[in-house]
């Protein structure tokens, strides 16, 4: 029992310790502005994706504590640095539409904590369709093709 005792001591020590190691849960300034195909589609994006994939991340009150914030703050890091919204490069977004249609966004373990990212069939479809008509990821792959048929 005294061995237990001890051991809970050590662990509670190292937790109380490690939350003095700060994650970043700070929110960089907005400088780009989407034009979303609807109101839907931003609704969906708010929802959805927008505390990975843009600069105004709604910081649960758990991304405040260690080691969770590690973990919340590599997520958000990770997320901006591939597909932005919030900045004009914002990344990868051609692929917006395909992670949404895939199933492969949101992650699993963002809807766990955040019941309006599940997403249905039908809202997963609607919303990689209208993430297209956003993007005009079509159009630059047709503008793309055009040009590079131009080229040679």
Known sequence: ??????????????FVGIQFV??????????HEVAWANP????FFTNACADCHSNETVWPWYAKVAPISWWISYHVDHG?????ISE???GDYD????AVHEGWMPLESYTWMHPKARLTT???????AD??????VGEAAKDKEAHDDHSH
């Not at 029992?1 to 190292?14: H, N």
């Open 1 to 14: 029992m005294k061995k237990l005792l001890i051991v809970i001591a050590i662990l509670a020590l190292i």
């Open 22 to 31: 700060p994650a970043n849960t700070t929110n960089p300034p907005v400088t």
């Open 40 to 43: 839907q589609t931003k609704e």
């Open 80 to 84: 901006r640095e591939h597909f932005n």
């Open 88 to 90: 004009p490069n914002m």
């Open 95 to 98: 692929e917006a539409y395909e």
């Open 122 to 128: 039908e809202q997963r479809d609607e919303f990689s």
């Open 131 to 136: 993430l297209q008509a956003t993007f005009n």
